[in-house]
């Protein structure tokens, strides 16, 4: 039980793991974490999304606070209650507090809870506090189910029209793939709103995920979307809860450190948080325009390190997008969306930016199958083994520890990180050379399969 509190939301397989009690007990110990007197809970497409709903909110009423609740919507649409008023019994009130209930691209069995307390996620420490409550209380918690009801989806609807009211009518062709998640219950209306030339996939949410799952990237999930791209401009998928992106052209599928070089030559001096997975292209790229910034791997740590910093914007590689400029500094897929279109109105060839990038060759992420309790401490052992690494292993230049280890070469880098949501570790190699990059791949693995 207590893997279901994991570094950046809590996940497990609905009443296995999220039982009732439990989910309860959850509710009532982050209610009681909450200063204010409102919490906002939205949930996604998940056949189990309005049970846990219930349950939640019975134990956030037993902890004396007042749920405004949203119904069905993205996480996007969840993050954004944090930064608006609602108006309640005649008084403006704004949430302190906000649960997303997901389970994001995991199989339709699992389901899980993302966490916001005061605008900042609540991850790290703060979940396992919240893990060990939950899980030594004994309390029993009723079944009070009132919540009041909140326009979420409209404000946000009507948020995004209003911003991006520059894009109506704009020609281009939209192939959008939302894989029966949640994003179509907004992006179909600000698509109509900004009366956008669009061919939809897959839009019903159905939590059984009947065409394909909700992961896009996953290339196999790809298929109908690029199919269908034959007869359109441009190409976008999202994970089940709408705030992961994947780009397609017909040529080219754009991960989020390529995007994050695109969007940053369209921003005046920025300031760019990347992963440790990001391309060294990536940083220097920006480098050159305003000021990059590594950091850890994970949605709760870039929020974290974007308030810090004020940066402009941060990407994964896997599709979290955050835009800290003109927007509030969280990720969201559809308000991504509607920023490539922009830079598509305004004239940039996406393909023509990606040409013009220094040539490297990298690999996908690739996972390597360990434990719990050993993928932390695989990293030590492998720190410690590349302070005097055998004599047939590439020069080291440099290592940065900042999330894992990335071992910098001459000619590229490799990564080996533990991850904090599976037991695996996660590699990922780059190199100007295809014959570099597998000759990084080939020496590193050897000490990972050693050290298993």
Not at 237 to 245: K, L, N
Not at 269 to 291: A, L
Not at 381 to 404: H, S
Request: hydrophobic share 40%; aromatic share 10%.
């Amino acid at each position: 039980m207590h893997s279901i509190f994991r570094q950046y939301d809590i996940r497990g397989i609905f009443q296995k793991e999220l039982t009732e009690p439990t989910v309860k007990k959850i509710g009532y110990y982050f209610a009681k974490r909450v200063p204010g007197d409102y919490i906002a809970v939205g949930y996604d497409a998940r056949l189990s999304s309005p049970t846990l709903f219930g349950w939640l909110v019975s134990g956030i009423n037993a902890a004396g606070k007042k749920v405004l609740g949203m119904g069905m919507v993205p996480t996007g649409v969840n993050y954004f209650t944090n930064f608006v008023t609602f108006n309640v019994d005649g008084k403006e009130v704004a949430p302190s507090a906000s649960i997303q209930i997901t389970g994001s691209h995991n199989p339709p069995e699992y389901n899980g809870f993302k966490l916001t307390l005061a605008k900042k996620p609540f991850f790290g420490k703060d979940i396992e506090a919240l893990g060990r409550e939950v899980l030594e209380s004994e309390i029993a918690i009723g079944d009070d189910t009132a919540f009041i009801a909140i326009p979420a989806k409209e404000r946000y609807i009507a948020y995004m029209v209003e911003n991006f009211a520059h894009l109506r009518g704009f020609a281009k062709r939209i192939v959008a793939d939302c894989g029966n998640g949640v994003a179509a219950v907004v992006l179909e209306p600000i698509f109509q709103e900004l009366a956008l030339r669009y061919e939809g996939l897959y839009c019903d949410p159905d939590g059984n995920f009947p065409n394909h799952h909700p992961d896009p990237s996953e290339e196999e999930n790809l298929r109908d979307l690029k199919a269908k791209l034959r007869e359109g401009d441009i190409g976008f998928a999202y994970d089940g809860d709408a705030d992961r992106i994947a780009v397609l052209t017909k040529e080219h599928d754009f991960k989020g450190d390529e995007l994050a070089i695109i969007f940053a030559r369209h921003m005046e001096n920025p300031t760019v948080i990347g992963e440790v997975k990001c391309s060294q292209v990536m940083y220097d790229e920006i480098d050159k325009i305003g000021r990059a910034i590594m950091y850890k791997t994970g949605h709760s740590n870039l929020k974290v390190k974007i308030a810090e910093t004020g940066a402009d914007f941060a990407a994964e590689v896997s599709g979290h997008l955050f835009f800290n400029d003109r927007y509030f500094g969280f990720d969201d897929a559809i308000y991504a969306t509607l920023r490539v279109l922009e830079l598509l109105k305004e004239g940039v060839d996406l393909e023509a930016e990606l040409a013009r990038l220094p040539k490297v060759y990298n690999t996908p992420e690739i996972k390597v199958q360990t434990t719990e309790e050993h993928k932390f401490a695989i990293i030590e052992e492998l720190k410690k083994y590349l302070e005097n690494p055998p004599a047939d292993f590439p020069p080291i230049r440099d290592i940065i520890d900042v999330d894992g280890v990335r071992i910098v070469f001459d000619g590229g880098w490799a990564l080996v990180r533990a991850s904090n949501t599976t037991p695996v570790l996660v590699t990922r190699f780059e190199a100007k050379s295809p014959e570099l990059a597998k000759l990084y791949q080939e020496k590193v693995m050897a000490i990972v399969e050693s050290l298993l």
